[in-house]
């Protein structure tokens, strides 16, 4: 009886073998080849880690030797077996028996050993995954969204896909995306449009925040969570914005602003936590060549205790620096991200949370102090980048969150059902959202958004 063909293994657990395998099989990209005189060498990754396989060719046997198309991005399967290197800075390599060149490559192939600059690989974002940089992104994107999803799950929170169409602004703001299937072309000449006749039957657009929607469930379930795409129609073409991105956003029913403080700084830490062991090999890849220190500061934010301090403490601390900001600092004013890495990098020294913001800045939802000026907000900020979390306690009270609506020139039809739900059981409540490319920034140190999206969606770019 013949012996059963082996079973498939990865790059990865080969690489942390214990002894010596006699049947492996591995499929994987060609990262590079050199061919001597009696053998031919192949580095082979399969994406399941930043390092690739050494892979030895006797090419003296015909079943060995590689078609010149077996070169740099060719795809291969390998059967052979796995012995101790002698070669330095790597344990284990793997002596070919037979190979079978599953799709061959050709010379121009874009991704050479090479260093490229992060704009050109944008230009081809079908094939930069592949490279060292995206291939360690991709390993911690995908850990950072299990630890989101292992974080709440642990908590018992319920996990709701909010809906991508929505009638509702969520933010008030006015830039989203509208969705139609009515030709508009006749508009254009000044045709009012009837959407009534609209796939919806009324204006329809995608969503910018699945907080309105989570705050109907967290009503019955007390704890639930959103973690899906959102959209803006924001024509800003910097470093921080992007027209599409995941948001996570917890909302937890009767908790007030100091709960929904405790439970962010707690998420914070747990996914940094998480993803810290997960990906280690990764995450020192960038902390040696994206961002000197990347370790420690993502190690200071798990170990520190978070300050809290009220918007109008940071800016009194702000306009007392004597620093010299580019955009100007006066109450009613927004902080922006100097102002607060300022507050965590050279004053506060930590993380830490600022609180209570003037209402005039801040949405319709939240929850109106006392002062009557100001409103029980809350931002999440951390040394190196500023604002991480953004969330508040909302407004609960039925009387008080219509005059907002009404104040701020809003369709207060569009809100009857968010309306309802202080009518009929309203419990105080609160929560926050996160943007999830914003914390992959952090945590690879990559300082533009279009690098840790897999196909960024920005004014003007929608290639791939």
Known sequence: MADPPPARTTVFNLLRATA???????????????????VTFVELNDGSCLANLQVVFDPSKPELALPEGASTGASLAVRGRLVESPAKGQQWELHAVEVTVVGESTPDFPL???RHGFEYL?????????????GAVARVRNALFMAIHRHFQSKGFLYLPAPMITASDAEGAGEMFQVTNLDLSGAEGGKPVDWSQDFFGRKAFLTVSGQLEAEIYAHVFHDVYTFGPTFRAENSNTSRHAAEFLMCEPEMAFADLQENIRIGEEFIKSVLAMVREECPEDLEFFDQRIEKGLLKKLDHVMESAFEVITYTEAVEILEKSGESFEFPVGWGKDLQSEHERYLTEKKIGRPLFVVDYPKEIKAFYMRQNDDGRTVAAMDMLVPGIGEIIGGSQREERLDYLTANIEERGLPIEEYWWYLDLRRFGSAPHAGFGMGFERLMMYVTGLSNIRDVLPFPRTPGNIAF
């Open 20 to 38: 010596p395998l006699e049947k492996v099989l591995v499929e994987g990209w060609v990262r590079t080849r050199r061919d001597g005189k009696q």
């Open 122 to 134: 944008r230009t081809i974002a079908h094939l930069r995954p592949r490279s060292n940089t995206f």
């Open 112 to 114: 050479q050993k090479k």
